[in-house]
């Protein structure tokens, strides 16, 4: 009988096991944000691509991020080239 009052013991004295808190939410909700029109239709179809990354999972954020730095750089190099010109 002195194995299930041991058992017993040992039970009460194991540390319980604590739920790990979650270090990001792999499924965001949505944030609402909006994206205000500039007024140049390209800039703009750049920033709604930024839109669209709200609620979505974050490891598909940075491939976004980079696509619409490059479109933005490409956008101010040829205004810059048009402003050269003139």
């Known amino acids: 009988m002195s194995e299930p009052?041991?058992?017993?013991l040992q039970a009460e004295q194991?540390?319980?096991?604590l739920p790990l808190p979650a270090?990001?939410?792999p499924e965001p909700a949505p944030l609402g944000v909006d994206v205000e029109p500039s007024g140049h239709p390209a800039?703009?179809?750049a920033l709604e691509h930024l839109a669209a990354l709200d609620g979505a999972?974050?490891?598909?954020h940075a491939a976004v991020y980079e696509?619409?730095?490059q479109t933005l750089s490409?956008?101010?190099?040829?205004l810059d080239d048009g402003?050269?010109?003139s």
């Open 5 to 8: 009052a041991t058992e017993d």
């Open 14 to 17: 194991a540390p319980q096991a």
């Open 23 to 25: 270090l990001w939410d």
């Open 43 to 45: 800039v703009d179809a």
């Open 57 to 60: 999972p974050t490891t598909e």
């Open 67 to 69: 696509d619409v730095q």
């Open 74 to 78: 490409t956008i101010l190099t040829s």
């Open 83 to 85: 402003d050269g010109d």
